[in-house]
């Protein structure tokens, strides 16, 4: 690494670096930027504003790829990157608090609309101006740069036309289809535009930190799922602790419980052991891509689905108002309810298939189950509706643990050795050095 910018106090990742509890940190705020994106998502149960919320979910997970991509070739934590982790932060928390006004600028404040826009560029500018740095000296290198640089550039300029323009559009209807027009072009730019001019900048040097940083992400989503369970507007109130939220809570956990098993038993595991067994540069940053980039984002929404299903689901039993198992779910939260988790499940299909090419069954089957148990679940309490999804989700459990076995015994034998010799390696040099 000759570049003259590694010499202005930033470091060179490496390839066997993991996540630092500076990242940690920072990923802080975007739990509160996914609680957002189910706040934004409930206001109005309409599949507008569904489509609103999976596009500033794309969008927000577009900046913390960038964020990810950053620490995997660089020690975020080493030199001046962190005044940049902290203004990305700041910017990011900024674009959390807009997020309810993204597309409708309310009265009596800062313009939403601009507001995101503007935050949305700054957490992009932020990383990319490091890039920058680096790729000073290689003309080849700051030419792709210059490149990248005008992507965010114009994704932002839609952003901002869509702010501006609907309010001069006669018709709710032709305002609304303008603007979701423009936010998806913004987010086709990046997406598309951004993969196939980066180039180089999808290297991946470090497949352990790619790989767990981004099942953080998925850990901090379900996270998301349990808070939406358990915080509700009326719980400050005190409504009391009955059976049926005792049931309801039970449940809710249970399916949070396999979401977790779904992907963290096996799948993560052999996710990153193909991720290290890929050598070749380009072969490798083509598998994070597809696995990581594009297929973690419905995993991710998934799970904002579900947890959207959740919300106030116990407030709601708990209510002396309410029937006691609670009203009926109806068509559009059993769509995001078993969506969402249909959705994360065929999801964690695809990222099997791409990386390690094994079909898994039982989650199909499990998705189609969901799929007939739909209708039933639309008319039955809210806690019915959680009940029938439980007993899906644990037959998935059931039958993919019994249907794995050898396969799962060697993926999960493989990592504990990774894990133990890493520990034997960190002993002996604290013994040497500490």
Same mark, same amino acid.
């Given at each position: 690494?000759?570049?003259?910018?590694?010499?202005?106090?930033?470091?060179p990742?490496?390839?066997?670096?993991? +996540?630092?509890?500076?990242?940690?940190?920072?990923?802080?705020?975007? @739990?509160?930027a996914f609680?957002?994106?189910?706040?934004?998502?409930?206001?109005? $149960? +309409?599949?507008?504003?569904?489509?609103?919320?999976?596009?500033?979910?794309?969008?927000l997970? &577009?900046?913390?790829?960038?964020?990810?991509?950053?620490?995997?070739?660089?020690?975020?934590?080493q030199?001046?990157?962190?005044?940049?982790?902290?203004? !990305?932060g700041?910017?990011?928390?900024?674009?959390?608090?807009?997020?309810?006004?993204?597309f409708?600028?309310?009265?009596? =404040?800062l313009n939403? #609309?601009?507001?995101?826009? =503007?935050?949305?560029?700054? @957490?992009?500018?932020?990383?990319?101006?490091?890039?920058g740095?680096?790729a000073?000296?290689? $003309? !080849?290198?700051?030419?792709?740069w /210059?490149r990248?640089?005008?992507?965010? @550039?114009?994704?932002?300029?839609?952003? %901002?036309?869509?702010?501006l323009? $609907?309010?001069?559009?006669?018709?709710?209807?032709?305002? !609304?289809?303008?603007?979701?027009?423009?936010? +998806?072009?913004?987010?086709?730019?990046?997406?598309v535009?951004?993969?196939?001019? =980066?180039?180089?900048?999808w290297?991946?040097?470090?497949a352990?930190?790619?790989?767990?940083?981004?099942?953080?992400?998925?850990?901090?989503?379900?996270?998301?799922? /349990?808070?939406?369970?358990g915080v509700? #507007?009326?719980?400050?109130?005190?409504?009391?602790?009955? &059976? #049926?939220?005792?049931?309801?809570?039970?449940?809710?956990?249970?399916?949070?419980?396999?979401?977790?098993?779904?992907?963290?038993?096996?799948?993560?595991l052999?996710?990153?052991?193909?991720?290290?067994?890929?050598r070749?540069?380009?072969?490798?940053?083509?598998?994070?891509?597809?696995?990581?980039t594009?297929?973690?984002?419905?995993?991710?929404?998934?799970?904002?689905?579900?947890?959207l299903?959740?919300?106030?689901?116990?407030?709601?039993?708990?209510?002396?108002?309410? $029937?006691?198992?609670?009203?009926?779910?109806?068509?559009?939260?059993v769509l995001?309810?078993?969506? =969402?988790?249909?959705?994360?499940?065929?999801?964690?299909?695809?990222?099997?298939?791409?990386?390690?090419?094994?079909?898994?069954?039982?989650?199909? %089957?499990?998705?189609?189950?969901?799929?007939?148990?739909?209708?039933?679940?639309?008319?039955?309490?809210?806690?019915?509706?959680?009940?029938?999804?439980?007993?899906?989700?644990?037959?998935l459990? %059931?039958?993919?643990?019994?249907?794995?076995?050898?396969?799962?015994?060697?993926?999960?034998?493989?990592?504990?050795?990774?894990?133990?010799?890493?520990?034997?390696?960190?002993?002996?040099?604290?013994?040497?050095?500490?």
């Amino acid at each position: 690494m000759g570049n003259p910018g590694w010499s202005r106090g930033v470091r060179p990742g490496a390839p066997g670096s993991r +996540t630092t509890r500076l990242e940690l940190f920072y990923d802080l705020v975007f @739990v509160f930027a996914f609680f957002n994106v189910t706040a934004l998502t409930s206001q109005e $149960p +309409t599949g507008s504003n569904l489509l609103h919320g999976l596009l500033v979910l794309g969008l927000l997970w &577009w900046c913390w790829t960038g964020f990810a991509g950053l620490g995997n070739a660089v020690r975020a934590d080493q030199g001046w990157l962190p005044m940049v982790g902290f203004l !990305t932060g700041t910017a990011t928390f900024l674009l959390a608090l807009s997020m309810p006004g993204a597309f409708v600028d309310e009265p009596g =404040g800062l313009n939403g #609309p601009l507001v995101f826009a =503007g935050c949305y560029f700054l @957490v992009r500018a932020s990383q990319l101006a490091v890039f920058g740095v680096l790729a000073r000296g290689d $003309p !080849t290198r700051w030419r792709q740069w /210059i490149r990248l640089a005008l992507l965010p @550039v114009a994704a932002t300029g839609l952003l %901002v036309v869509s702010a501006l323009l $609907p309010g001069r559009l006669v018709g709710d209807g032709a305002a !609304t289809a303008l603007q979701l027009t423009l936010w +998806t072009m913004a987010l086709l730019l990046e997406y598309v535009a951004g993969v196939r001019v =980066g180039g180089a900048y999808w290297a991946v040097l470090s497949a352990g930190h790619w790989a767990e940083r981004h099942a953080l992400m998925v850990l901090i989503a379900l996270g998301e799922s /349990i808070i939406a369970l358990g915080v509700g #507007p009326k719980f400050v109130t005190g409504l009391p602790l009955t &059976w #049926p939220v005792v049931i309801a809570a039970v449940l809710g956990i249970a399916v949070a419980s396999v979401l977790w098993w779904a992907y963290f038993d096996t799948l993560a595991l052999a996710l990153e052991q193909a991720l290290h067994r890929c050598r070749d540069p380009a072969s490798r940053a083509r598998l994070a891509r597809d696995v990581y980039t594009y297929l973690h984002l419905p995993i991710v929404a998934g799970v904002i689905f579900f947890a959207l299903g959740l919300k106030d689901l116990l407030v709601e039993v708990a209510d002396p108002d309410t $029937p006691r198992w609670g009203e009926s779910l109806g068509g559009y939260w059993v769509l995001v309810l078993y969506g =969402g988790v249909g959705l994360y499940l065929l999801s964690l299909v695809a990222c099997g298939l791409r990386a390690v090419r094994v079909l898994r069954w039982p989650p199909v %089957v499990a998705v189609l189950a969901l799929g007939a148990l739909a209708p039933v679940g639309a008319r039955v309490s809210e806690v019915g509706a959680l009940g029938l999804l439980v007993l899906v989700c644990v037959a998935l459990v %059931v039958a993919e643990t019994r249907g794995q076995g050898r396969r799962r015994h060697r993926v999960r034998q493989l990592a504990l050795a990774e894990q133990e010799a890493a520990e034997a390696e960190q002993s002996r040099w604290r013994h040497e050095h500490l």
